[in-house]
């Protein structure tokens, strides 16, 4: 393939999302914290219904039980305030049908349903629980001289495993190359110089 990999690229800003994992193991609410503090990041922070959809993704088939989310209430305000464990307070909550009632007054940690919904609970009691880590998203602009139909998705998928060779030998043995795509738009488009016969196609790709 003629020139297929001379290729530019620049990062562009990064961008954070979430990892999800299910820990079946049945711990309270601070040993839970602690195992995902010490393995992961922390307890799961959950800010819409987004990621209550990827969390419930990522439940083994079957799976029926309550589980701990890093929600919890302290009593330092009145009324109470939900505080994630990573300190933020909770600006979206999705409670069960009557809660939290906090029957009583000893339920100050939170467990979620297999359906999404959120009740307050005792926090000495044994649940599995959901932890999360950070992934780092990053944009990345690239131009590929090539005589060939860079929108081919066999060339695509050549350039992007070339793409992840580049990565390794680098030390990013964790990324994972894919295209950002639109749906009805071609990946790369043509860039027309006066000065070459050959064409620039750029495009815009993420790293997971």
């Not at 629980?129 to 929108?151: A, D, G, H, I, P």
């Amino acid at each position: 393939m003629n020139g297929l990999l001379s290729l530019a690229a620049a990062l562009s800003s990064g961008v954070n999302s979430y990892v999800f994992y299910f820990v079946s193991e049945k711990m309270n609410w601070t040993e839970a914290q602690t195992y995902c503090r010490q393995h992961y990041t922390d307890l799961v922070t959950v800010n819409d219904q987004t990621y209550i959809d990827e969390l419930l993704q990522s439940l083994p088939s079957g799976f029926s039980s309550m589980m701990w989310i890093g929600l919890y209430r302290t009593d330092e305000y009145f009324p109470w305030v939900w505080v994630w464990s990573d300190g933020s307070k909770a600006l979206f909550t999705p409670w069960d049908y009557s809660q939290p009632n906090n029957v009583g007054g000893q339920q100050y940690c939170v467990c979620m349903s297999t359906k999404g919904y959120w009740s307050d609970w005792w926090c000495t009691d044994k649940l599995p629980f959901l932890c999360y880590t950070e992934k780092k998203r990053q944009m990345v602009r690239l131009e590929v001289k090539s005589s060939q139909n860079v929108n081919d998705p066999a060339v695509k998928n050549m350039i992007l495993a070339k793409l992840e060779q580049i990565l390794k030998e680098k030390g990013l043995t964790d990324a994972k190359p894919s295209w950002r795509e639109i749906s009805g738009e071609n990946v790369f488009h043509k860039m027309w110089y006066q000065k070459s016969d050959a064409s620039d196609a750029s495009c815009k790709r993420t790293i997971n």
